[in-house]
């Protein structure tokens, strides 16, 4: 069964501070994972797409990697800003299919 | 830039209820999803469409219905409201299987 599990659940940063957010998945054939934003009260918003053949990928403060061989991904965010407080969701799209699979999402406090 | 318009942010409704939430989208995207979010479960799918009047049952089907009569509308219908449908209701559209699912902002359902 496809999977995506993202880590921390929850982080608390001050602004300013850089933060890392994880993202391990099952998903097979892999076609390509997405990182979106979902600000309280929100839709999610795309953030990146990556591909089997990207590593590294950047939008602004944001960057995005992503290890094929060991199925993980990461999104970095740099100098981090009151409004990055959201939840991240890694999504993971398989070969073929019309639908993506949803990690349950890290929420991101950052505090002034 | 394509807006997906979820008709009610909120809603509160009564146990047994016949509920509709509707979700139009102005870019003539194929395809069309069902999503509800509830804490520490991220989002389920409930009912996808690839296309006019064609419907797949999601992940959590149960007590749900759709109706896509036309292509920018996806309907999703509560056949008898119950207490654990009380969520946060997200409709996306994408045009194309590796494309962006765009949300709209959600419908906050509340049943008493």
């Known amino acids: 069964k496809n999977q995506v599990e993202q880590s921390p659940q929850s982080l608390i940063i001050l602004e300013g501070k850089n933060c890392t957010l994880q993202?391990?998945?099952?998903?097979?054939?892999?076609?390509?994972l997405r990182w979106y934003k979902q600000d309280t009260g929100r839709g999610p918003v795309s953030l990146t797409i990556?591909?089997?053949?990207?590593n590294t990928k950047s939008n602004g403060r944001y960057t995005a990697t992503l290890d094929a061989d060991t199925k993980q991904s990461s999104l970095h965010i740099t100098a981090s800003q009151l409004s990055d407080s959201a939840s991240y969701i890694c999504?993971?799209?398989?070969?073929?299919?019309?639908?993506?699979?949803f990690g349950r999402g890290t929420s991101l406090i950052v505090h002034p | 830039d394509v807006k997906v318009t979820q008709s009610s942010r909120y809603l509160v409704k009564r146990t047994g209820e016949k509920v509709f939430l509707e979700c139009v989208q102005d870019m003539d995207h194929e395809n069309m999803f069902w999503y509800r979010q509830d804490p520490g479960l991220g989002l389920r799918l409930i009912y996808f469409?690839?296309?006019?009047?064609?419907?797949e049952k999601g992940d959590i089907p149960e007590g749900y219905s759709v109706s896509r009569e036309k292509k920018e509308r996806f309907s999703l219908i509560l056949e008898s409201a119950s207490t654990n449908q009380t969520s946060m209701y997200l409709c996306?559209?994408?045009?194309?299987?590796?494309?962006?699912?765009?949300f709209g902002n959600g419908t906050r359902l509340t049943v008493t």
């Open positions: 469409s690839y296309d006019v009047k064609m419907k």
């Open positions: 990556m591909t089997f053949s990207e």
């Open positions: 993202c391990n998945y099952t998903v097979s054939p892999f076609s390509n």
């Open positions: 996306a559209s994408s045009p194309s299987r590796n494309s962006p699912l765009h």
């Open positions: 999504v993971v799209t398989s070969g073929g299919s019309y639908i993506p699979t």
